[in-house]
């Protein structure tokens, strides 16, 4: 992962809303280029026509995340995939890692219901989706970057901090198993998306708590 990327905190933050609106948004016309380009699919799907490949990825979206009856269905949030057994084997709804993640957001200032965002996930209490958890890193990430611009280190200290306190309590421990299973099930583009969302959150933390606690790879799963 580019380090001039992982150590600037705007793009970071272009980094996680572009990750975000892989989970929060159906693909579009003007968006999918460029996400199969990140996600290096280009080729694979290069011999269908950009409208075959749309409908494809659109259904495999709706398959995925919303129809519990499909063989594809891999629920999207951090209590489903925390508490995991095994492949297909997910946890309870609303844990208590969902419960604190609403906490954080209500304490940063975060409103996920404000984010651009598929109709269906509008009507969903569940704070806990992988769509709103990389927004909020975002979120994190601009504050930071405006607290450095007024001149407040301490504060913008503390915007590095709770990503880091985010990534190793929330995001690192279960974004790998979700791309897990959207690999077991054949999702090629979710999978895609899934993987490439936890590498780059491991390559944040590590890049984050180099700079700021000297600790460089730990497994991105402490408390601060």
Known sequence: ????????????ADM?????????QEPDAQ??????????LARHYAPASQTAVLADIRQEYYDCFFVPM????????????????????????????????AN??????????????????KETALPDHVGFEL??????????SRSAE??????????????????SGHLNGWLPK???????????????????AAGWTAAAFAELAARYEGRADNGGRETL
């Open 1 to 12: 992962m580019d380090r001039d990327v992982t150590d600037q905190p705007v793009a970071r």
């Open 16 to 24: 996680y809303s572009f990750l975000a609106a892989l989970f929060l």
């Open 31 to 40: 968006t999918l280029p460029g996400q199969l380009q990140a996600l290096q």
């Open 70 to 101: 499909s063989a594809k269905y891999t629920p999207p949030f951090e209590s489903a995939l925390s508490a995991s057994t095994g492949p297909g084997r997910f946890g309870a709804l609303a844990s208590p890692e969902a419960r604190e993640a």
């Open 104 to 121: 954080l957001y209500e304490a940063a200032g975060f409103d996920p219901q404000a984010l651009h965002s598929f109709a269906p996930l």
């Open 135 to 144: 927004a909020f890193m975002a979120y994190l990430c601009l504050q930071e």
């Open 150 to 167: 007024r001149g407040e280190s301490d504060a913008a200290r503390r915007w590095a901090e709770w990503q880091m306190r985010f990534l």
């Open 178 to 196: 979700l791309a897990a299973e959207l690999a077991q099930r054949q999702a090629e583009f979710y999978a895609a998306a899934a993987a490439l």
